[in-house]
């Protein structure tokens, strides 16, 4: 049993593999939480906290005359508001009367096999049967609220997920002003924040800062989980490094705007936050309807950042992914829109694939710019019919001269978009997002759909499973190219505008689901503007996520640095860009283009027919390499073994799980005259064991001169892992613009 009940101390106990979770209903009924952090077994743990008479903390009615007891004091699993506690809050609620206020206090408790499910909204699912789901009610008298705490426990996994039902059991509209899905309140110690920051084209960007008395708040409030932040952060004590220390994560399955908050109280705790965020939200509880917060995946790691990065991977290819793609291989694809952007034909795509057979590339998509009238980003959106002055032979012909070239065929489409100049908006000009008697804000001269609306998310539904199932699609690029703005709905009352939002990503979600569900076959891929939608909540039906719009190696580098703390490699979507490169103009071997894009599910967005030969040669090597370590970088434990802007490279390490073999990459981004040496320690290998390496890259490395290195000795290829581990292996002298190097460890006894 992963949840114990202990009737005597009334505590709950959630256990996974390496983690105790642990709270108790104390005699007034307040629902505190004790622990979280490394397995500890039936222990009551209440005994780290001793209650006193804290001067200006007040003391709930019940408990007088005893001071001791203040709900501003104690830590609790899901705090009410109004009522003696002025930390931050999970949760606030307006009443018939306008006041606001909720005093929450245990009912009961359940424990249920397998995990729970929420309405409208994607989370976690039990892959093998052994998930136990905790639902704990409390109650608040006066508002009639009843809120269900719902813990899912994969113990195998060492993950607790959470998430919070509210139930409006009053004859009065309640008005919830904030719904936060999880509250967690960490006694004692010093703590950091790492959240994941950017912008277009530079996401997920790794920064720590200290907690300190202020609140400290990582959130979007566009509509999207953002290029600006992600809805994952990691609490991790002061000392905490990738190899020891404790740290929290918590990832919110969400793809809409979120918070995250911490803030140190006056006693030193710490509470953290997460959920919806309550900026232009209020949702009207109607009496009797209940409310479904989204999931917060959490776990807690003992052994630093790398022991919580791969619980979080394991568990989102496992738990969070789902679908023919979830564990086959992927597609080696390549995409039209670096090599033509707007301006091709069918010919173009045609060529396109011609030139790609031959390399082993196995996938054309064509990106956008097939239909309407979209010859810019300026007109076409909402339009899902080909353009026939581009596409001459029509979609299905295309796809099938396409695939009589041996590739399979994929296609680019942005459903929850309109522009103004399109037959859709012309017809309905009521279906975009904006508020009564203001212009509406253009971004790329689009506009967004009110996919809040059933009848909207239904016509795009009808428009998009025409083109699925008229064609030999096999891959879609799911785009979504803006943030929302103007959110306004003409199919809800004033009083309903704060449901607009949360509204929107549930008809989201359930266009997703339809089209995975009916379209079992077809990979899809998610994007918006790249990466501001590389969330949890999306990878329920998409396996893999544009990563970023920049396809500059040197500058990915950063960010598939930052991505990697919390996602798979497998839900990267990368790819092997043009040199000079479009958006940076840096110049880049293709080798190392290729090396990074491979810490992903790797594909190509070039023009082949502009390549040399031996650039051409160059890719077919990629494609054998790639394939050949495929299941290794996809499902090995990830290792980063340099820290983004400390040294003058990067390196990564795909171990497999039973370190019978290990791929190493590094990429020089500061080449220096009379550099120092690199030496990396290696992880994840058996100390006993014997490993020969294989050098992948040396016939792409500049050959030092012989001045500098005149030894004839043959190199040595056989390591003890034990000295790999520790003493480390130490890379040859790379020379050039930005090289690179691939070596393959295997164990051979």
Request: charged share 25%; aromatic share 10%; proline share 4%.
């Amino acid at each position: 049993m992963s949840i114990l009940y202990n009737e005597e101390r009334k505590t709950i106990t959630l256990y996974t593999k390496n983690t105790s979770y642990q709270m108790r209903i104390t005699p007034h009924g307040f629902l505190q939480h004790l622990y979280y952090g490394k397995k500890i077994e039936s222990e009551d743990m209440s005994y780290l906290f001793h209650d006193y008479d804290r001067p200006c903390s007040g003391n709930p009615e019940e408990t007088y005359p005893d001071r001791t007891i203040s709900l501003d004091t104690m830590t609790q699993e899901y705090p009410g508001y109004g009522v003696g506690d002025y930390r931050i809050n999970a949760l606030a609620a307006c009443n018939i009367d306008g006041s606001y206020g909720a005093d929450f206090r245990y009912i009961s408790h359940e424990i249920i096999p397998g995990k729970y499910d929420l309405n409208g909204l994607p989370s976690s699912y039990d892959s093998d049967g052994s998930a136990e789901t905790l639902k704990v009610a409390v109650y608040d008298k006066v508002t009639k609220l009843t809120l269900e705490l719902l813990y899912g426990v994969f113990e195998n996994a060492d993950v607790i997920t959470r998430t919070v039902r509210i139930k409006n059991g009053s004859d009065n509209i309640i008005v919830l002003d904030r719904a936060f899905s999880m509250s967690l309140d960490i006694p004692y110690g010093k703590w950091d924040m790492m959240h994941f920051h950017g912008k277009h084209a530079l996401e997920r960007q790794p920064e720590r800062e200290n907690l300190t008395h202020l609140v400290k708040t990582v959130e979007s409030r566009r509509g999207t989980s953002s290029h600006q932040e992600n809805p994952f952060i990691i609490i991790a004590d002061r000392k905490t490094n990738e190899e020891s220390g404790g740290c929290y994560g918590m990832m919110l399955v969400y793809s809409g705007s979120f918070e995250a908050s911490a803030e140190v109280d006056q006693f030193e705790n710490t509470r953290v936050v997460m959920g919806i965020n309550d900026d232009q939200f209020a949702w009207m509880l109607e009496p009797g309807d209940s409310f479904d917060a989204p999931e917060v995946i959490m776990t807690y790691s003992g052994e630093g950042l790398s022991r919580l990065s791969h619980v979080y991977h394991h568990f989102i290819r496992h738990n969070i992914c789902r679908g023919k793609y979830q564990f086959a291989r992927r597609p080696i694809l390549i995409n039209s829109w670096e090599a033509a952007y707007f301006d091709f034909t069918d010919e173009t795509i045609v060529k396109l694939a011609e030139e790609a057979a031959p390399l082993g590339i196995e996938m054309v998509v064509m990106d956008d710019g097939w239909f309407g009238q979209r010859n810019s980003d300026n007109a076409g959106l909402g339009d899902w019919y080909v353009n026939e002055d581009k596409i001459k032979c029509g979609l299905k012909r295309l796809v099938e001269q396409v695939n009589e070239r041996g590739l399979k065929f994929g296609i680019w489409m942005e459903p929850e978009m309109i522009n103004e100049d399109s037959d859709l908006y012309r017809e309905h000009p009521d279906w975009a997002l904006a508020m009564p008697g203001r212009q509406a804000t253009r971004t790329r001269n689009q506009l967004v759909l009110d996919m809040s609306r059933k009848e909207i998310v239904d016509y795009v539904y009808g428009c998009m499973e025409k083109i699925l199932s008229e064609n030999n699609i096999e891959y879609l690029k799911w785009d979504m190219n803006r943030s929302l703005s103007d959110v306004y709905s003409i199919a809800l009352p004033p009083s309903h505008q704060g449901e607009v939002m949360h509204r929107f990503i549930l008809g989201i979600y359930d266009l997703m689901d339809r089209i995975t569900t009916n379209f079992p076959d077809v990979l899809v891929e998610g994007c918006s503007g790249g990466g501001a939608r590389f969330d949890a909540g999306i990878l329920c039906y998409s396996p893999q996520i544009w990563c970023s719009d920049d396809t500059d190696p040197i500058q990915r580098l950063r960010i598939q640095y930052g991505t990697s703390f919390g996602y798979p490699v497998s839900t990267v979507g990368a790819h092997v860009s043009a040199s000079p490169n479009h958006q940076t103009g840096r110049s880049t071997p293709i080798h190392t283009r290729a090396v990074t894009a491979m810490a992903g599910t790797f594909g190509y967005e070039l023009d082949p027919g502009k390549l040399s030969d031996e650039e051409k040669e160059s890719i077919k090597d990629q494609v054998r390499i790639f394939k050949k370590y495929y299941d290794l970088i996809q499902r090995g434990l990830y290792y980063r073994l340099s820290e983004i802007g400390e040294e003058p490279y990067t390196a990564w390490e795909s171990v497999s799980e039973d370190g019978s073999e290990a791929l190493l990459s590094l990429v020089v981004s500061d080449t220096q005259p009379n550099q120092a040496l690199i030496n990396l320690k290696l992880k994840g290998l058996d100390p006993q064991g014997l490993y020969e390496v294989t050098d992948e890259s040396e016939k792409y490395r500049l050959k030092v001169p012989a001045f500098l290195a005149p030894s004839t000795e043959e190199e040595r290829k056989i390591f003890s892992g034990d000295a790999l581990m520790n003493a480390g292996y130490t890379l040859p002298w790379m020379l050039g613009d930005y090289p690179a190097i691939q070596l393959y460890f295997k164990k051979i006894r």
